[in-house]
């Protein structure tokens, strides 16, 4: 059987496979946003040249392959493994240190449950897939982060959003049925027949009624 490299070569006799040639084959070619190119280390991996210019490579957060410096932690001089609850704190500390999805729970010198503290948002939506997810605004810790971010504002360019006819007969039915109750709403089961949320709902009414204010123009004075 013959090899694929010796194959070519009897095709064109002329080619040699030499170093030069291979190094420019294996040369990483950066199809990404400019500020990354500049930034980009290729020792590095995805993960650690994201983690070094203060993003991060996935959104649903990892589920192995990464270490934690024992050794660094106990010493003191390593990044602690999450935040810890001492005693004598407030009930508002300790909510602070709760990370998102679980809670504190109080006992007594029996056993018997006393309180349970969990976070005062627990209820909002921390997964990013989710529809109804809201990042807070926090300022970049990094500069490669805070250079894309300068960036998405200077060249930043929202498309004005439309709504149709039939889904503009649709909002106003849910106002002139429910008024500002977005939970009626959502259980409406037949106007609400796309089943949307209750912040969806509210973030399509908003934006009806900001067009319509435009299209109608400010109301006029009342004696």
Avoid: C
């Avoid at 980009?40 to 983690?51: A, F, I, M, Q």
């Avoid at 709760?98 to 006992?107: D, K, T």
């Avoid at 990042?135 to 894309?148: F, N």
Wanted: proline share 5%.
């Amino acid at each position: 059987m013959v090899r694929p490299a010796a194959r070519k070569k009897l095709r064109n006799p002329k080619l040699k496979v030499t170093r030069r040639r291979a190094n420019n084959a294996r040369k990483t070619r950066h199809a990404a946003h400019p500020l990354l190119r500049e930034h980009w280390d290729p020792k590095l991996t995805v993960s650690e040249n994201y983690r070094k210019l203060g993003l991060v490579s996935r959104l649903n957060g990892v589920s192995g392959g990464t270490a934690f410096d024992v050794t660094a932690a106990a010493s003191g001089s390593g990044e602690a493994a999450g935040p810890t609850i001492e005693p004598g704190m407030s009930e508002e500390e300790i909510k602070k240190a709760i990370p998102h999805g679980y809670g504190y729970i109080e006992r007594d010198a029996e056993g018997n449950v006393v309180k349970v503290i969990v976070r005062d948002d627990e209820g909002i939506s921390h997964d990013p897939l989710d529809s109804d997810y809201e990042v807070a605004p926090e300022a970049p810790k990094k500069e490669g982060a805070r250079l894309l971010e300068q960036y998405a504002l200077e060249y930043e360019s929202r498309k004005e959003t439309w709504i149709s006819a039939g889904e503009r007969r649709i909002l106003q039915d849910f106002i002139d049925k429910h008024s500002d109750d977005y939970q009626a709403m959502f259980w409406d089961k037949q106007l609400n027949q796309q089943q949307l949320t209750a912040r969806q709902i509210q973030k399509r009414i908003e934006a009806y009624l900001t067009e319509k204010a435009k299209a109608l123009g400010p109301a006029p004075a009342t004696r």
